[in-house]
């Protein structure tokens, strides 16, 4: 695989790695910690901690918001870093590991494999991460989002394709490829296309980094593949909003919204059904976002980024 020249490379992402991350002119924004490193994904705990995937080194942080603690769960040996994360029964995760490079911003293709973390054990016991599959054919797996408590969507950035895959049995295989809204445009940097990923209600919600969209489409809710209508039609991805800056991560609201962490766009922004944005927060370098799970902080956005730093701001 053809390695870009790391300066060409950096120099299309130095406006949004190398200013210090910071929600600036909202006052509600409060910085609560500090990773040190790129912070590519987050979710939120039933106990009200967030869960944070490292791509830069591969580890998994939890913060707690609340005494703004930050601390190490794990290290998962064999890869240079953690991408996606999805929680699939209580306390227990899906994670996605491979080897892309935040030096050479290589995406490591045919690295990529996904483990089964497990959180819900009495705080003695260290918790470990186990090996669920491996998916040689994956050429950039990036974000991942919960089907079912034993079935887990995988976005592949690198083919602009989509994967179930079932945690008890490693059992993978594509639901849907659309080189429209999935693929990388050919002018991108990288081959980064389908980034983040939602499952609500028989329908999924995703964002193309590099093609700049969010998008829906109506899934089957026991396979995940495409839905099918009474007639034999199958659903085909709507397109809910073009025109954004590095759309990466993204947070479902109530409302049926959505809040887009761009790394390009220095922002965070509501995506309304209809498609109309709203900017809630200015961000630098902002990758995920996720909103707090406690009846305490259910108005709270929290936005990581890849300088490393973990903030909060109130969105309602």
């Not at 695989?1 to 600036?24: C, D």
């Not at 186990?130 to 089907?147: D, K, N, T, W, Y």
Request: charged content about 15%; glycine content about 10%; some cysteine.
């Amino acid at each position: 695989m053809r390695v870009l020249p790391l300066a060409w490379v950096l120099s299309l992402y130095e406006p949004f790695v190398t200013s210090a991350a910071l929600i600036r002119p909202r006052q509600d924004a409060t910085q609560i910690a500090q990773l040190g490193g790129w912070v590519e994904t987050m979710t939120a705990r039933s106990n009200g901690h967030l869960l944070l995937n490292r791509l830069d080194v591969p580890e998994l942080w939890t913060v707690n918001p609340a005494t703004q603690e930050a601390s190490k769960v794990l290290s998962i040996p064999g890869v240079l870093g953690l991408t996606g994360v999805a929680e699939v029964a209580p306390d227990v995760f899906a994670v996605v590991a491979g080897n892309f490079s935040t030096k050479t911003f290589d995406i490591g293709e045919g690295s990529y494999a996904v483990y089964r973390v497990d959180l819900s054990a009495p705080s003695a016991t260290p918790p470990t991460a186990a090996l669920v599959q491996r998916i040689p054919e994956g050429a950039f797996l990036l974000g991942a989002a919960s089907l079912d408590n034993d079935t887990v969507f995988v976005a592949d950035a690198g083919t602009g394709a989509l994967y179930t895959l079932t945690l008890s049995t490693g059992a993978y295989a594509v639901v849907l490829a659309d080189a429209t809204t999935m693929r990388a445009p050919a002018s991108a940097a990288i081959r980064e296309g389908i980034h983040g990923v939602k499952y609500r209600d028989g329908a999924l919600y995703f964002t193309n980094a590099f093609g700049g969209t969010f998008d829906r489409l109506a899934v089957d809710p026991a396979t995940g593949k495409p839905a099918t209508s009474t007639d034999g039609g199958v659903a085909q991805v709507a397109v809910i909003r073009r025109d954004l800056q590095g759309p990466e991560d993204f947070a479902l609201a109530a409302d049926g919204s959505a809040y887009v962490a761009m790394i390009n766009g220095g922002a965070v922004v509501k995506v309304a059904p209809d498609g109309t944005t709203e900017k809630v927060a200015t961000a630098s370098s902002a990758t995920t976002c996720v909103l707090g799970r406690t009846d305490k902080d259910r108005d709270t956005l929290y936005v990581a980024t890849s300088d490393g730093a973990v903030l909060s701001v109130q969105v309602a």
